[in-house]
T-cell receptor
Framework: TAGITQAPTSQILAAGRSMTLRCTQD?????MYWYRQDLGLGLRLIHY???????GKGEVPDGYSVSRANTDDFPLTLASAVPSQTSVYFC?????????????FGPGTRLTVL | GQNIDQPTEMTATEGAIVQINCTYQ??????LFWYQQHAGEAPTFLSY??LDGLEEKGRFSSFLSRSKGYSYLLLKELQMKDSASYLC??????????WGAGTKLIIKP
């Protein structure tokens, strides 16, 4: 199985433009997550979804929005990108939320905002 | 506040043994994960500890002491492919993962 896929692999974006990062999983996991990873910092949770139809804010949600219309897809949208959003973005999923289930990660999207 | 501490970088020799430490201070504890992340790739699961003691899985072992807020990952018979970052993450009282910044392990021949 593919597991988790993310698109695009990388992107250069002009400040002020909007963009949607796509994430799809085929493991029928209930919970999905978006993280950003910056040099010298641990993974930081942006938004999460415990199950289809619900979303929640993580540690660093400002400037980002998500939706969870179905089990498989969890897109992340930057409405008006700023240079501080330059980062590597990882989507992850786990069987259930509020548990110690292992999180599985997608390959990441490297975003540069100029 | 919540805090996970790991060394930033370590160097070891091929064939040797290396121990990567992780100390944590979190609001509650529901287990600790170790992940491996090769440069430019996704983190991948290595181990999960919730009880004190050592768990061995092939060349990799993970140890936990809840009373000391301490864990380590032990890598034996190091291979060049073990060059990667190793991420420590704690499950807090809200079942959210709190991540350390990771330890970059460099293996030299």
């Amino acid at each position: 199985t593919a597991g988790i896929t993310q698109a695009p692999t990388s992107q250069i974006l002009a400040a002020g433009r909007s963009m949607t990062l796509r994430c799809t999983q085929d493991m029928r996991h209930n919970a999905m997550y978006w993280y950003r990873q910056d040099l010298g910092l641990g993974l930081r949770l942006i938004h999460y979804s415990n199950t289809a139809g619900t979303t929640g804010k993580g540690e660093v949600p400002d400037g980002y929005s998500v939706s969870r219309a179905n089990t498989d897809d969890f897109p992340l949208t930057l409405a008006s990108a700023v240079p501080s959003q330059t980062s590597v973005y990882f989507c992850a999923s786990s069987d259930s939320a509020g548990s110690t289930d292992t999180q599985y990660f997608g390959p990441g999207t490297r975003l540069t905002v100029l | 506040g919540q805090n996970i501490d790991q060394p930033t970088e370590m160097t070891a020799t091929e064939g040797a043994i290396v121990q990567i430490n992780c100390t944590y201070q979190t609001s509650g504890f529901n287990g600790l994960f170790w992940y491996q992340q090769h440069a430019g790739e996704a983190p991948t699961f290595l181990s999960y500890n919730v009880l004190d003691g050592l768990e061995e899985k092939g060349r990799f072992s993970s140890f936990l002491s809840r009373s000391k807020g301490y864990s380590y990952l032990l890598l034996k018979e190091l291979q060049m492919k073990d060059s990667a970052s190793y991420l420590c993450a704690v499950v807090d009282s809200n079942y959210q993962l709190i991540w350390g910044a990771g330890t970059k392990l460099i293996i030299k021949p």
